[in-house]
Structure formats: structure tokens, C-alpha cells
């Protein structure tokens, strides 16, 4: 700031080209300074101006177009590693997703296991029940195969009559 009223005080300590009586000298009002800068007044100030913070303005311009460029790729670094995490959301759900498959699969693997012990243990009892079941038809016509023969055998030992003599 001081820089500024530097070259404001050397522009003003220039001659200034007024044609003013000297009653307007002695007015000191805002409107009357303005009347009494010329444009070539203000052109020295503002060449002066510009050679001061010229180039301190380009370096802070040139630091500004630096920091937007850093902004960019930091803009485009976070959007790489926010896809890379919504990439990583899903491929952890896919895991999860194959995970359970699989558990599911396991059981059903076990129920078919259960499946084909039962089935063969039901084959087993019913040809255990087919046996016992012809077994025990056999053991029943045994029996009364047997009942016939003791009753045949009571009526051999029955008492017959004996025939009568034939009278001659």
C-alpha cells in the first residue's frame, strides 16, 4: 500500500497542466481537485501504478493458476478413489453374496446327503418288513399245515366203530 501512495506522490509532484485563476486554487473541495487532474495526470498515475504491482500481480496471478491447476487434479485424485471405493463397496457385497451361495449350497449339499441315508434307510426297513412279513406267512401256513396233521391224526386215533361180523 505504501508502493501505491509512492507513485502517487511522484505523479502529483509532476506539473500539472491547469489552467485555473488563482481564487480556484484556494478551493479545496472534492469536485475541484477532480477539475484540476488532467488526463495526463491520471495516465502518469496509472503507468506508474501498473510498473509497481504489475509484477506482483502476474506472480500472484501465475500462483493462482497453479493452486486451480492443483485443485483439478486433486478434484480428479478423489474422484479416482471414490469410484475405486464404490468399485470396492461392491466387490466386498458380491463377496458377501458369493459367500452365502456357497454356505447355501454346502447345506443343501448336507440335506441331499440326509436324503439319500434316509431313502436308503427306508429301502432297508422295507425289506426287513417284506421278510418278516413272508416269514411270518410261513411260520402261519406252518402252523396250519401242523394243525391239519394233529387233526388228522385225532381222527386216525378216534374210536371207529367197529363193523359188525357178517353173519354167515
Known amino acids: 500500500m505504501e508502493e501505491v501512495t509512492e507513485v502517487a506522490a511522484e505523479a502529483t509532484e ?7 485563476h488563482p481564487s480556484d486554487q484556494a478551493a479545496t473541495s472534492g469536485a475541484a481537485v477532480q477539475e484540476a487532474v488532467d488526463e495526463e495526470t491520471v495516465s502518469l498515475l496509472t503507468d506508474g ?3 509497481k504491482l504489475g509484477p506482483e500481480t502476474d506472480s500472484v496471478k501465475d500462483k493462482l493458476d497453479e493452486l486451480i491447476r492443483n485443485q483439478e487434479v486433486m478434484i ?19 463377496g458377501e453374496l458369493l459367500s452365502e451361495a456357497k454356505r447355501y449350497h454346502n447345506k443343501l449339499v448336507l440335506i441331499r446327503k440326509e436324503m439319500v441315508a434316509l431313502h436308503e434307510k427306508s429301502t432297508k426297513l422295507k425289506k426287513r ?5 413272508q416269514q411270518k ?6 402252523r396250519e399245515q401242523q394243525k391239519e396233521r394233529e387233526l388228522e391224526k385225532e381222527r386216525q386215533l378216534m374210536a371207529r366203530p367197529a363193523a359188525k361180523p357178517e353173519k354167515r
Not at 14 to 20: G, I, V, W
Not at 137 to 142: N, S, V
Open 14 to 20: 509532476s506539473p500539472l497542466k491547469t489552467e485555473s
Open 49 to 51: 501504478l501498473i510498473r
Open 76 to 94: 480428479e485424485a478423489m474422484q479416482h478413489e471414490n469410484t475405486r471405493f464404490t468399485e470396492s463397496e461392491a466387490t466386498k457385497s458380491l
Open 137 to 142: 406267512q410261513k411260520e402261519d401256513l406252518h
Open 129 to 133: 418288513a417284506l421278510k418278516l412279513q
